[in-house]
């Protein structure tokens, strides 16, 4: 089945005891059993619920996996995710990473005697030093936020397989639309469905999806043990979502696409990072590995001045100024002093993250509306 067709279908039958062709919203906490033991498949729902059974094998399809494991976030995800490890294991993971991902790596997993390295894994022969006996696991998120580099899912696979690593892949700036990790050699694909999976900016929901039956067994235990999962409510949210992705992410790129060329050609408009131009450093990866080039553009001012960003980032009517990403209506952000200000200064500037940098997440409005805003906010 063709991805569109699966968007709208995979996972989703009509109920059976009445035929509604969408999924219900099983909203109960319990299942009556007719004597001990003897149910329906369905005991107590922090274990099962028909709701969210519907939405995992949705995004199992999505990502080509065997099984998508539900949670109450994207950082509850993460949480799961790391939550395979034991203690005195150590995580090779991208630098220019999530800024809520890097907290939980260093305040709270650093804690439990777990170990990060982080690193430029856009040069994938950079993990190989930091690998040693402790190694259990690599960690990559691409495009990365809020740089959009590109990184070789396939050359780290390799690297991950040749050393018994498991490979996490953040994909929720791609979406299973633009690429699917599984398929290049990945272990675990995450998304954060806050964001393109919901698309609608109207819930906060997160995934794990695998091939092998044997690791999703053992995320459900963490799933049931630990019992981050999401409401019924909120699944029957991603659902609805994942229904119009394809549509919603074409046109999002197709915006994106101009919005970037316009940028490139303003004279107040240092760099612009999209990795649709020919120009960018890993241009040629993300012709390989995604169908397209996404809908985050990040830009920096001439000047790099902090108050001539906040001026644009206060006059632009269409770009809200919000955090997060993904949903139908464009967002403008400002990752020094939002999404990224728990990462410390010296290590942002490392990658490139200067004080004027300002990122767009566009949204599915018309271009002529959204190019025509920006215009006028950067003056
Ligand atoms: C938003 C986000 C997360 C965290 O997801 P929540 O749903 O906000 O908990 C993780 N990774 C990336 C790349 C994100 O954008």
């Not at 799961?80 to 090779?92: C, N, P, S």
């Not at 906040?310 to 269409?318: A, K």
């Not at 728990?342 to 500037?349: A, N, V």
Request: net charge negative; proline share 5%.
């Amino acid at each position: 089945m063709k991805f569109n067709t699966k968007a709208v279908h995979a996972g989703v039958d009509p109920d059976p005891s009445t035929g509604a062709i969408m999924t219900p919203i099983f909203q109960t906490s319990t299942y009556v059993q007719a004597a001990p033991g003897d149910h329906k498949g369905y005991e107590y729902a922090r274990t099962q619920n028909p709701t969210r059974h519907a939405l995992e094998k949705s995004l199992a399809a999505l990502e080509n996996g065997s099984h998508a494991v539900c949670f109450s976030s994207g950082m509850a995800a993460v949480d799961a995710a790391i939550k395979l490890l034991d203690q005195g294991d150590e995580v090779i993971s991208t630098n220019d990473l999530y800024g809520g991902t890097y907290r939980s790596f260093t305040k709270i997993y650093s804690r439990f005697g777990l170990g990060f390295h982080f690193t430029d894994l856009t040069n994938p022969e950079n993990i190989l030093p930091l690998i040693n006996s402790n190694t259990k696991m690599i960690w990559v998120e691409t495009p990365t936020n809020p740089m959009l580099n590109i990184i070789d899912i396939e050359a780290v696979a390799a690297i991950a397989r040749g050393h018994g690593l498991l490979l996490v892949v953040d994909n929720t700036f791609a979406s299973p639309y633009l690429q699917n990790p599984l398929d290049l050699g990945a272990d675990i694909v995450l998304h954060s469905a806050t964001k393109y999976l919901g698309g609608h900016s109207d819930v906060v929901h997160g995934t794990l999806i695998v091939k092998d039956p044997n690791l999703a067994e053992r995320l459900f235990f963490i799933q049931n043990g630990n019992g981050a999962v999401p409401g019924p409510q909120d699944c029957f949210l991603v659902l609805r979502g994942i229904k119009t992705l394809h549509l919603r992410m074409q046109r999002a790129c197709e915006n994106a696409a101009r919005i970037a060329r316009f940028l490139h050609d303003h004279p107040k408009v240092d760099k612009v990072y999209w990795p649709g131009f020919e120009h960018h450093p890993n241009h040629a990866i993300a012709a390989k590995q995604m169908r397209d080039f996404g809908a985050m553009v990040s830009f920096t001012l001439h000047g790099d001045d902090y108050d001539e960003a906040l001026r644009v980032l206060s006059n632009t009517h269409l770009f809200s100024l919000a955090e997060s990403l993904g949903g139908v209506e464009s967002l403008i952000g400002h990752p020094a002093s939002m999404t990224h200000a728990s990462i410390p200064k010296e290590e942002r500037l490392k990658t490139g993250l200067v004080d004027s940098l300002i990122r767009l997440s566009i949204g599915i409005e018309d271009g002529d509306d959204l190019i025509e805003d920006l215009q006028k906010a950067i003056g």
